[in-house]
Structures are given as C-alpha cells and as structure tokens.
C-alpha cells in the first residue's frame, strides 16, 4: 500500500483505509479482529470508525465497531494507527445534531470505547443547518486543544456548508477540516439521485479538497460488491446510458488486466489526482485480501485514460 498524508498529523497514512461499520455486529468479534490483522499484515494502518456503527442492526446498540477496534489496539502499538471516529448522526437517544454538548459527550464515549486516549481524525459525521458551524468548530477546537482529537474531517456535507466552514475557521481563527469523506464510486450517480443522508462526492468539491489541502475518503466504493457479479442490475441512481458504458469497459480492462474489477476500481480511485482514499471492508476473508491486491500503475494510468476517452464521446454523443 502507498500512503497519504494529512495536515496535522504525523503519521502517514495507507492509501487504503479499512471500514469497520459492520464489526462487531454482523460481522462477529473473532472475524472482525482478523480481518484488522490481514489489514495490518498488509501494510494497513487506518481504521476508520463512527459512534453509530452499526445501531440500526436488530440487537445492536452502536459503539459496536468502536469496542472491538478498542479489543484489537490492545495487542498494537497505538501510535502506528490512525483511527477515526464521527459524531452527528442519531442513534439510542442521541439526536442528529453537532451542537457543542453532543460533539464534546460522545467524544468521550468515543474514547472510552476505543479504549485510547485520542482519536486521530474526528468527523462531523453530517452537516447540521441549525446549529451554527462556529459552534461546532469551537467544540472541535476545545478536544484539539486538550490532546482528545488531532485533526477534524467532514462527511455527508453539501458543497457550501463545506465551504462556509472553511471560510469560519479563517475568519474566527478555529480549526479546519482536514479531510472530506463522502459517498463515491466509479459509477456515477444520475442527476438527482437520492441517498437520503448521504452526500456524494462531486467535482467540485474535489476540486476544493484539491486547493485547500483536503484529503479526500470515499465510501461505498464498491456499491457492495455490485461490480463482482456479472448480471448486476444497476440501481436507479446509477442507471444511465454512461454507466452501462463505464460498466463494460471496467470489465474489458479488469479481464485483459488479469484483475477483477472491484481491484481496478479501488486502484483507480487512489491513484486519481488527488488521491481519493477508499473505505475497503469485507466480512469475507477472500474478498478483502482480493480488494487489497493493487493493480500496477501502468495498467491503472492506462485504464484512467482509456475512461476519459469514453465518457468524452459518451457525453457528446449519447
Ligand atoms: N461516512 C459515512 O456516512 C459512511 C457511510 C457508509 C459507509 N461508511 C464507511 O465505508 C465503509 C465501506 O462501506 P460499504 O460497506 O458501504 O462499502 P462497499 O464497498 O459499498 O461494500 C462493501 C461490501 O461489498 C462486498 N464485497 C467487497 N468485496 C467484494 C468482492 N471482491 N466480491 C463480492 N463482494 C464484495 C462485501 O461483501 P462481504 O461482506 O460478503 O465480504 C462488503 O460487504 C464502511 O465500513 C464505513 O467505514 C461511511
């Protein structure tokens, strides 16, 4: 694995970041803490977690993902990982929200459960129009301040609200976020699709990440493991002439390559300028030691040109 860096903190970071939303709950405890290991064994050191993960799962409460991670860090040094956590979205009797007294009290909840005294990233899990983002940021500051965080990101932000907060953090001298983690694949989603909290990654706002020095993470890279199966329909966010075409070529390249094409689509992404790091997770053994072999740049820089050939003559002649 390569690795990316992030202002604020020391440790680079693996260009693929292992997502854990599923561990501990349906993916149980002793698959979980092995699937961290082969992670590990192979080069991984980014963790990527949330306070309600997983929840919504029947059974589960949230904090799951949190508490095993914590199990695992036990038996690691702490300062070769970076982990993450996020705070916003509602779950047992926590409201949608990034009011200073949520972000402060689940934070240490957070912490707890992780078993550390710091969490490396710590998200705004969602945007929140109604309480002022000065608040949250001076929230944000205050755990800086005292060691529990060391840098900050957002997820599930519109463009403007990013923005907005950008422009705050200079304007009252507060902490800016450092990284953006929003929903992206290779497919691209049709306009108006509708992920209900989820926000996706546009280019624009990769072209923001770019200019102010954000690392850019991408969730769901693999539309849960749709480019595997062969005889996939597309979700109605996804169907579109364009993506049928994308769709075929993936395939043509991943077989010539001798990759399959959840591979080339993982590669492709970090390899894009600038880098999008993406959320590789499985439950199965197989399918995340096959996502974690990386296609040669050759064939990736190859692919990458190949791609804007099509969609330049998809959209001037479709
Ligand atoms: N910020 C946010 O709001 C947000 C939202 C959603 C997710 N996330 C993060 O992103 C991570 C990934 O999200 P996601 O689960 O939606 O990711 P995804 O990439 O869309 O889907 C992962 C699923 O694809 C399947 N898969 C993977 N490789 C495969 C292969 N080679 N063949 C067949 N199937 C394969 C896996 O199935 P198996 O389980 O059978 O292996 C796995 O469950 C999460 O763990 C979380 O950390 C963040």
């Not at 005294?117 to 800086?144: N, V």
């Not at 957002?154 to 923005?163: E, G, I, M, V």
């Not at 923001?208 to 969730?219: D, F, K, P, Q, S």
């Amino acid at each position: 694995m390569r690795t990316v860096t992030v202002p604020g903190l020391d440790l680079p970071l693996s260009d693929y970041c292992l997502g854990t939303m599923y561990f501990g709950s349906k993916v149980d405890v002793q698959t979980s803490l092995h699937l961290m290991d082969l992670y590990a064994a192979h080069g991984g050191n980014f963790l990527d977690s949330a306070n309600k993960y997983a929840s919504w799962l029947p059974g589960f409460q949230g904090g799951e993902s949190e508490q095993v991670i914590g199990r695992w860090l036990k038996n690691h040094p702490r300062d070769r990982y970076v982990i993450t956590s996020k705070v916003g979205f509602p779950y047992g009797d926590i409201p949608r929200s990034l009011a200073a007294k949520y972000i402060i009290s689940e934070c240490e909840k957070s912490l707890t459960r992780l078993g550390t005294d710091y969490i490396d990233i710590y998200f705004a899990h969602t945007q929140d129009l109604d309480t002022p983002i000065e608040e949250t940021l001076k929230a944000f500051d205050s755990l800086l301040q005292s060691g529990k965080i060391r840098a900050i990101g957002a997820s599930n932000f519109d463009a403007w609200p990013l923005a907005e907060a950008g422009c705050s953090a200079r304007q009252h001298h507060l902490p800016a976020f450092s990284v953006l983690q929003q929903r992206y694949s290779y497919l691209q989603p049709v306009l108006g699709a509708d992920f209900g909290t989820q926000k996706v990654l546009t280019p624009e706002q990769i072209d923001y990440c770019a200019r102010r020095e954000l690392l850019v993470m991408a969730y769901s890279p693999l539309l849960g493991g749709l480019y595997e199966h062969a005889d996939a329909q597309l979700p109605i966010q996804y169907d579109s002439a364009l993506n049928r075409n994308r769709l075929r070529l993936l395939r043509e390249a991943a077989s010539e390559y001798g990759c399959t094409p959840s591979q080339l689509v993982l590669s492709w992404m970090a390899a894009s300028s600038p880098a999008i790091v993406p959320l590789v997770t499985a439950s199965r053994e197989e399918h995340l030691l096959d996502n974690l072999k990386q296609v040669p740049t050759e064939q990736v820089r190859e692919f990458a040109e190949r791609l804007n050939n099509l969609d330049r003559f998809t959209i001037k002649y479709s």
